[in-house]
């Protein structure tokens, strides 16, 4: 089964919408004076129709994983769960880290998981 991992919309003027999850409704007014949105995250990518086109990023797990590490991104609140959510890319997450992740979060998809195994494997064979 595939699974989006990346929905994103990148306007004309390089503001990037990204929406992470169901109903994660994101808009901009560009600079063309266009309106843009996307909603739908990872469940269903809904967005507006330009007379200016963005440019779609979309990004499954039939993807390459050396395109999928550079734009899928993890959230976190840092070590003590306290922290501000700050969003890091895949490629910019520390080895403790990863590890960390599949140590504590067994709950999620199988696809994720393998996401992060992934990420490891390919820093091994750098």
Known sequence: ???TLVNKLITPDGTVLHSRHRHDYVEHIDKNGEWYMLDGGLDYIKTTN???SGTHLILTTDDA???IREHFDWGTRGKDGKGLLKFIPLCEITDDHLAAILKTQSHLPAHL???FEDEIN???TL
Request: hydrophobic share 40%; proline share 0%; no cysteine.
């Open 50 to 52: 330009n007379i200016v």
């Open 1 to 3: 089964m595939t699974y």
């Open 65 to 67: 994983h050396v395109d």
């Open 113 to 115: 998981l393998k996401l």
């Open 122 to 124: 390919y820093r091994t």
